[in-house]
């Protein structure tokens, strides 16, 4: 049998990743990047950069390749769907995407299925935003329906010059006429997610819930186990699982959540391989990076099941004065995974992932070995 | 600083799992394949093709690479010496290569080291070999100076038409001058090795030893731990750190051992990573690939520690009749690699690797995934 080529939309660390899975495989891989220095152009032999958005260049990257995945959430859902009707296969499809790109149809489909979700109040435009902030206590949190990542597009409003501010802003802006989410800010206990992976057969397999912590909006840390209780892990599975199959997910999709006061609200999913699942690297007998591309490529899934006891994966992120290298003269206990990214704050440039049995004990190494990386640049 | 661009001299599977290393270190490879369907030749954007023992193809390859490192040993060591003298990065060195691809040089090291190794008598050309054969008892092994791998090279003569034959074969053929060890052979109870990654400034870094398992010549599993007396792998390790240093070694030597009535006998060695390491990518927090690279480019080298209790590796072996394919719908449940080789009887077309607690349950699993793997082909 031939194997597919696949072509990944998109180059970032995620492409990256999903390409060093793809050498273990015998599988071809083709990327379109955003950009002339994204991560997985220079090191895929096949790569072209081009906009997702327009529609030559999607159809043209589409011809050269078997089936479709993506890397990142900016792209025109209504060119993706034309390009099914003319035959070409995307993994996951324009039913999945549209959802995943849009926090609104998200929220709806949560409220569909019955799930547990913070409170939410849809507004479009400036005039209903104002309306849907002012009629809530303060704080909130005021969500681009689209287009955010990383923080990025997410708002808390804590006082009203913040609110003014903000709606001057937005009014003066090109989200004037954007749809946003307005969350009365919850209680958040901790953050977690799980991972699942769907086949094109509807074989579903399951990722072990990790812990997830943030600053700022950003992932900075991942844990495994998440120290759940049993009954929430499972409830968070169940969840995963239904939604996989009623957006008719292939490949991965990664689910967040809030712990609060003991209840489990779902926060938004990802139909991609997530920054919550780099530590399947190390901690489970096959990746989310592997497994995604098994599913894309029509091939069975592999074992989700744990190898170690616990681990631990920390988020190399850009500061203000320091950089990122390999050179660090410091132990590095920690499997270390730099993405060949330009220094930016705040910008992800690699993450650790240190494993072992005792929890204490691999977050303390996977610290050590993400400071000694990232101090060890700004020396230079 | 640059990172320097790292040429490989082949594009095996060792290249290839180079090349899947270098994707999170940042690090530029380029690959000089032997032929148009190796393995890394695919994936890796610089790669060639030519013959490593030919002088203008070799130079052109070091010109446009900062060092050289080898995936395989049929290389012309007088033009790896040339090219080091024009001032072209050779890591290992001249040095320690005109050792490795040499099995008498091997032997006269160890008898200069006081490292113990099975009765060993060098013999050059068809008469001197009869006679070293015929004052020995039979059996005995023969093996070829330079030139073999996966047993190939390497003759056990049990009794005396098989003498006269293998004495026929050889007069007849090229080999007829060339030179010979001939061992008497010994009582081998098992078999392990060890590898040591030795850095540009000397700092070396040790991995656990591992016991090997061979059939007809060539490694079919590799296990960690090796269950050795602790004396006999410390033995192990100094041995591996006395001839890294003595060869001046840069990168991995693997060292392979015989196990004789408690007796510890070396066999021989390599200056690259070896079949034996592989279980390294999943069972240490470094794998050989990522510290051979670092050693190779002058980067401090990475922990050696292992992150589970044991781990087995099973060598995915091209069989008569049995191709090998990803396509398993057996559960898997070990890391697979595949190298994306044509099949051929007897060819390594990938491995398997189980990690876990218990050496039992890793070698079932291990052997259940292989085979899970290569039966499934056949069925095609």
Known sequence: ?????????????????????????????????????DPALRVVPCGRVGDPRDASVLRAFAEGVDVITFDHEL????????????????RPGSQALSVAVDKRR????????????????????????????????LPVVVKHASGGYDGRGVHVIDHHEQLEQFLDAISSGSAAECAFLVQPKVQIDFEVAVQVVRSVHGEIVTYPV???LQEDGICTMVLFPAALPDELCARATTTAHRLAEHLDVVG??????????????????????HNSGH???EANITSQFENHLRAVAGLPLGSTAAVVG????????????????????????AAVHLYGKSHRPGRKLGHVTAVGESIDEVISRAHRAASALAYQGAAQ
Chains 1, 2 share one sequence.
Do not use: C, W
Not at 8 to 35: P, Y
Not at 75 to 90: N, P, S
């Open 1 to 37: 049998m031939k194997r597919p080529v696949i072509g990944i939309v998109g180059a970032g660390q995620l492409a990256l990743m999903m390409f060093e899975a793809s050498l273990r495989m015998d599988l071809d891989i083709h990327v379109l990047a955003t950009n002339a220095d």
């Open 75 to 90: 792209i025109d859902i209504d060119l993706v769907r034309a390009l099914e009707r003319e035959g070409h296969l995307m």
């Open 106 to 137: 998200q929220h709806m489909v949560f409220a569909e299925l019955g799930i547990e979700q913070p409170p939410t109040y849809v507004a479009a435009g400036v005039d209903a935003l104002r309306s849907a902030i002012t009629s809530h206590a």
């Open 210 to 212: 990790v812990r997830t």
């Open 252 to 273: 991965v999709l990664a689910v967040e959540f809030f712990i609060s006061d003991g209840q489990l609200l779902v926060n938004e999913i990802a139909v991609r391989p």
């Open 279 to 281: 530590i399947t690297i």
């Open 310 to 333: 616990a681990a631990s994966m920390v988020n190399i992120i850009g500061a203000e004065s320091a950089d990122v290298t390999a050179i660090s003269t410091s132990p590095i206990e």
